[in-house]
């Protein structure tokens, strides 16, 4: 069975990029989505040789595309994830409105934190969350799924270790749910934890946000989360 | 050495209960202050028998009184443990303003979490989180650090079982985050993890409701959480 397309918009990010090389690795086929597709090009290429020893096999070639192509290349079953920062999704979204698939899904791994002289904040998201304010601004016809918002951008970036940990998943369906959580499943160590309805997103916001204090309290840069009790 | 005495008011609830036993385990002093000593009075009496063949020991008896004789008995180095619905913390936050020992430290455990019609939400606080709400109608003398709002109540309160999770911490003094952190290593199976200041609480309590999310989306009663990465 061939695996889905992955389109990840905002791809050369630590976070896109991360998520990026590890699809890759397992197999699926990824379009890096990107303002500047040319730019673009010349940093995915820099991968391989820049992340040294981590990464030990390149993986499939991973593919580059301005955004709207990336997403205009989908086909039925595949999959776009969202990875710009926050702060830029509502000009994207503004971009793509007209060019999404009827019936595609999203996933959502967006978070509304900002570091400002040496702070860090929540910004104040009227909808309740970015998962919501994005949910607001997608057309009727497409689904959303949040996922990866607590995954550490260094460790998932860090070639292929096992990031040992459990990542939440919500959504407004029940298939994008599933698909978020096939999506988790596709990295070594991460096992995807449904938590319901999109509104729940506000939740693991926060999560996101407490690793950050974690990390800030103690250190350390790659605090993650397992749910005990589970199973 | 002798232990701290703990005030616990709110003792009688679940989590107040369970906190009241563990506390009683380790060997602490433990009052259990109540708005209706008499009531509470036949409430503590009854646990032992009540919790079954799940508790096997009695611990040292645990203390009742009104929450104003409870507060007023500590001395210095004792603490407050502050495990009232957080819809009542007002008023008696308000009976109690005088009572306070200057220098005194609270622990406070409460979550803005309510459930109407079966759904869970998060009350909106205008101060940011339960515990800046209550920081702010605490008497300037009295150090606040928030500590068991991820804690699971039945497990808790399920007689002497290890509760092998992370238990966030935060404060206003590192003086009262290093008391509410000896307060979680008094539970076997249960980590403190400092995340800083106060302002930290909003996160804390997001993750309650995260918590309370996969309980009722799994169907379990115990989700709680590990922290990865640290140490």
């Not at 999959?79 to 793509?96: G, I, K, N, S």
């Not at 909808?127 to 918002?149: D, M, N, T």
Request: charged share 20%; aromatic share 4%.
């Amino acid at each position: 069975m061939p695996m889905s397309a992955i389109a990840i918009l905002g791809g050369t990010g630590q976070q896109g990029r991360g998520l990026a090389q590890r699809f890759a690795y397992a197999g699926a086929r990824v379009i890096v989505g990107s303002r500047d597709p040319q730019r673009a090009r010349e940093t995915v290429a820099a991968w391989a040789g820049a992340a040294g020893s981590t990464v030990e096999a390149a993986g499939p070639p991973i593919e580059v595309a301005d955004n709207i192509a990336a997403v205009e290349q989908l086909e039925q079953g595949d999959l776009t994830v969202l990875a710009v920062p926050f702060t830029t999704v509502d000009t994207l979204l503004t971009e793509l409105h007209s060019h999404f698939r009827d019936g595609s899904i999203v996933i959502d791994v967006t978070v509304p934190v900002t570091f400002s002289g040496g702070q860090m904040a929540m910004l104040e998201v009227a909808e309740g969350s970015a998962s919501e304010h994005i949910r607001a601004r997608l057309p009727q016809g497409v689904q959303l799924a949040a996922a990866f918002k607590t995954i550490p951008a260094a460790l998932l970036s860090a070639g292929r270790q096992p990031l040992e940990c459990d990542e939440f998943v919500c959504g407004d369906s029940a298939e994008a749910r599933r698909q978020a959580a096939a999506l988790v499943e596709l990295l070594p160590g991460a096992r995807p934890v449904d938590v319901g309805a999109l509104s729940r997103a506000r939740f693991i916001e926060h999560l996101t946000a407490l690793a950050i204090a974690v990390n800030r309290t103690h250190k350390i840069h790659d605090a993650r989360f397992r749910v005990v009790g589970l199973r």
